[in-house]
């Protein structure tokens, strides 16, 4: 799974697309699912935000299959191998085109509340969904910003078939999608919660954009998107794959070490990763393993491995332009609190904090003693087992440190909200410690 929900999404996706801010750009959401994702998107543009009322045409007796779309403006895409395949009848078809017609105009009454739509002529027009299975919806969705005038249409979805821009280039000016897997079998295998959206929240979308000043061009305050950059991450003598954002005026920068079979892409890393950007922190995301070492399953229960190889990211990210002068700090998940606390017991790496997200960082052992940063432990109020795993090793520490319980969450902190806690937790932990002049002089 890439994302964790729709707003998730929405985030990766606003970073495909800085170069549009600026330009005199309208956002539109398709409803339901792909309003959480434009909204997110169109804060971190800056941009007026819209829906795009289409409604997928779904085989009768196979409603999720999509056999067409229809729009807003008499705009109607009918996939006729989809029709023939599935042999419907032009009589089913008329039947099924009415029933939406109706949903869809009932829809502009209740998400607009008698506003009309804004207005795309001579504009960019970026089209936004949470993905794209068949394309109907979306063909239908930029055949609309065609016939009201656009003068560009930008498709932009957060996953999609790796095949998506042959059925759609013709449709779009451009395609922007970060994820494009071989395996796709429904856009709802890609997210941790993919839960229906519904219309009230669609509504509140809606609401929030309007309540925000109007673009003038630049960045609303709190909305910048950070300087975000693929990077080859050198530890000793391999190269790990990475990303690096950093928001102008950093305060410090945040490097993860993921859980045992998880990656840079983990969904709950992102989303955490996130919500520290917006507080004004940076992050590196990276691979502690190569994808080799990946399949042998006792590398990533070795702490000293995984925290030699953060050390060694923590050395290449202090000789990067973007880090020059910020305190460095640890987000450990798993067994990767295990390699953050290790990795910051060493004399030298000069970690201004640690933060530990359902952690094992009794796999430290012998280290925790020498850890000298600011500690925090997060822990799901029923995750028992690694409660007291937590509690035995906060014992060990000497540091500065907390301990705190996210009631009702598991492991994963898959539970609505929790997540949300943690960052919450997270982004005060570091935000309160990574103070630059504490721990800049480097002493060897």
């Not at 935000?49 to 997928?56: E, M, P, Q, T």
């Not at 993919?194 to 954009?209: N, P, R």
């Amino acid at each position: 799974m890439y994302f964790v929900d729709r707003r998730d999404a929405g985030r990766q996706l606003a970073a495909r697309l800085k170069h549009l801010k600026g330009s005199d750009v309208v956002v539109i959401g398709l409803p339901r699912g792909g309003v959480p994702v434009a909204a997110e998107v169109a804060c971190a543009l800056g941009a007026p935000l819209d829906v795009c009322l289409v409604r997928k045409l779904g085989v009768p007796f196979q409603p999720e299959l999509g056999m067409g779309a229809i729009g807003e403006g008499g705009v109607r895409v009918i996939n006729d191998e989809v029709v023939r395949t599935a042999r419907v009848t032009q009589d089913e078809l008329a039947e099924v085109e009415a029933r939406e017609r109706e949903v869809l105009e009932s829809r502009a009454r209740r998400y607009r509340g008698g506003r009309e739509p804004l207005g795309l002529k001579d504009r960019v027009v970026l089209v936004v969904d949470d993905g794209v299975a068949t394309g109907s919806t979306a063909r239908a969705a930029c055949r609309i910003a065609r016939a009201r005038g656009a003068a560009r249409v930008v498709l932009a979805v957060p996953v999609a078939p790796h095949d998506w821009t042959t059925r759609l280039g013709a449709d779009a000016d451009e395609l922007v999608c970060p994820h494009t897997p071989l395996a796709f079998y429904a856009v709802g295998q890609f997210y941790t919660d993919f839960s229906q959206t519904e219309d009230d929240e669609v509504v509140a979308c809606l609401e929030e954009a309007l309540a925000r000043p109007a673009s003038t061009g630049r960045t609303p305050p709190g909305h910048a998107l950070p300087e975000d950059r693929e990077a080859d991450v050198r530890a000793g003598p391999l190269v790990l794959r990475g990303q690096l954002t950093v928001p102008e005026g950093a305060l410090g920068i945040v490097v993860f070490a993921h859980g045992s079979g998880s990656s840079r892409h983990s969904p709950r890393n992102r989303f955490v990763a996130a919500g520290l950007n917006r507080a004004g922190l940076g992050t590196l995301l990276f691979d502690l393993l190569t994808e080799e070492e990946g399949t042998d399953r006792s590398n990533v229960f070795d702490t000293d491995l995984l925290a030699h190889r953060l050390a060694g990211a923590t050395a290449w990210l202090r000789e990067q332009p973007e880090a020059q002068g910020l305190a460095i700090g640890y987000f450990g998940a798993s067994t990767g609190a295990a390699a953050a606390l290790w990795s910051a017991a060493e004399p030298g790496t000069r970690i201004a904090a640690v933060v530990s997200r359902g952690g094992r960082p009794d796999l430290a052992g012998p280290r925790l003693p020498a850890v000298t940063a600011p500690t925090l432990l997060i822990i799901g109020g029923h995750d028992h087992t690694v409660l007291g795993l937590n509690r035995a090793a906060q014992a060990r520490l000497r540091c500065e440190n907390e301990l705190a319980v996210v009631p009702g969450a598991t492991h994963l902190f898959e539970e609505p909200g929790t997540l949300e806690k943690v960052t919450d937790l997270a982004r005060g932990w570091f935000t309160d410690h990574m103070a630059p002049a504490a721990h800049t002089t480097a002493r060897f």
